[in-house]
């Protein structure tokens, strides 16, 4: 017995495991009340005992506990101090996957404390990986394990602050992450193509997540970002999304972006035909029609008129009759002429009701706009 105390003190565990195991087989041990009223007591006992003895020898098994919290919490322990890189970085994807982000931070602490090294895509993919879900307190500890194990990789990179930046901005903290986003690309001018590419992703990750409070706090950045480094391209992205979408208040805004900024205005008469043929491959006529309706309030007739015959080219495509029709009535309420081979292609698809083979004129000479930068 006090063998046995002794090894309920020194495992406070096995208090739990007595308890609910006898609780769970108290049934097999046969009655004591039964054996006091039978006439060879002892024989009875020996003989129940035997039957139940294999149940009875299961309740302190080892095997069959069921203390999964204390395996667990045991387990989650790794000795980072025995580890080489290759070992790290193996475990560190496993728990990864497995979303064991209390295990990751803690290896990755550990490593902070034996000065140990984790691969630099492996950091990355980590980071990659929780910026894209909004997990800023493990961004955190990885920029911290840079800072301090390798100094060198991260300053190379900008202190990591771009996707310091993401994780607030999908994590709901537009403001503090484009902010964040901003400081880091007045101090890193080398890095710049990063924070273009981040801005991009959070820019349409916004729109299409129907952010209204976001979209206003991004429409506020990009044109700061115009003015003050002439950097157009994260506005271009913004008012090209916002015109593309079928939302209204996306359209709404867009048009605002136009009337706040001049030099969104002369990108969109430079390229209007472009993104006319681009839009058009989505089969969004509708945008094409706003766009032509911007054209006429800015008075770009010349753009205009090129835009039109875009969109009378896949008219006529796609046999759109109706189509076509409109687009000649609005051409003789403003005195513009389409091209004589269209017009000729309109009658005769009128005639006959077929489609002749010839591609689009307008996209001869021009080139697809992609959202590259």
Request: proline share 2%; charged share 25%; with cysteine.
């Amino acid at each position: 017995m006090s063998a046995i105390s002794l090894q309920l003190f020194m495992h406070p565990r096995n208090y739990v495991r007595l308890l609910c195991y006898v609780k769970k087989y108290h049934s097999f041990v046969p009655n004591i009340f039964y054996y006091a009223t039978t006439i060879d007591p002892l024989d009875v006992f020996t003989q129940d005992f035997q039957r139940n003895k294999s149940k009875i020898v299961n309740v302190f098994d080892v095997n069959n506990l069921r203390i999964r919290k204390f395996m667990e919490s045991e387990s989650n322990r790794y000795d980072v101090s025995m580890m080489n890189e290759e070992d790290l970085n193996k475990i560190l994807e496993e728990l990864q996957v497995k979303s064991k982000d209390k295990v990751v931070k803690q290896i990755v602490t550990d490593c902070i404390n034996y000065s140990k090294f984790i691969n630099e895509n492996t950091v990355k993919r980590l980071l990659r990986h929780y910026s894209n879900h909004g997990k800023t307190d493990m961004v955190a500890v990885l920029q911290k394990y840079c800072a301090k194990v390798d100094p060198n990789f991260y300053k190379r990179n900008g202190e990591f602050q771009h996707y310091s930046a993401k994780a607030q901005c999908m994590r709901g903290n537009s403001e503090k992450g484009l902010e964040i986003l901003k400081q880091s690309y007045r101090t890193h001018e080398n890095l710049r193509t990063f924070y273009r590419i981040i801005f991009k992703e959070l820019i349409q990750d916004s729109v299409l997540n129907r952010s209204e409070a976001s979209l206003v706090i991004f429409k506020k950045y990009v044109l700061e970002f115009s003015e003050t480094w002439e950097e157009h391209y994260p506005l271009i992205c913004f008012w090209y999304i916002c015109w593309s979408s079928s939302w209204f208040s996306d359209q709404m805004l867009g048009n605002e972006l136009l009337e706040s900024s001049e030099v969104l205005q002369d990108i969109v008469r430079d390229r209007a035909v472009v993104f006319s043929i681009t839009i058009l491959r989505d089969y969004n006529d509708d945008a094409v029609v706003r766009l032509l309706q911007v054209l006429l309030k800015y008075n770009m007739m010349a753009e205009y008129t090129k835009v039109l015959q875009v969109l009378f080219n896949f008219k006529l495509k796609n046999r759109d009759i109706r189509g076509c029709t409109e687009i000649i009535k609005n051409c003789e309420a403003l005195g513009v002429t389409l091209p004589s081979d269209q017009q000729g292609r309109y009658i005769k698809m009128l005639i006959t009701g077929q489609q002749t083979d010839s591609k689009p004129t307008a996209s001869k000479n021009t080139s697809s706009f992609k959202l590259k930068f």
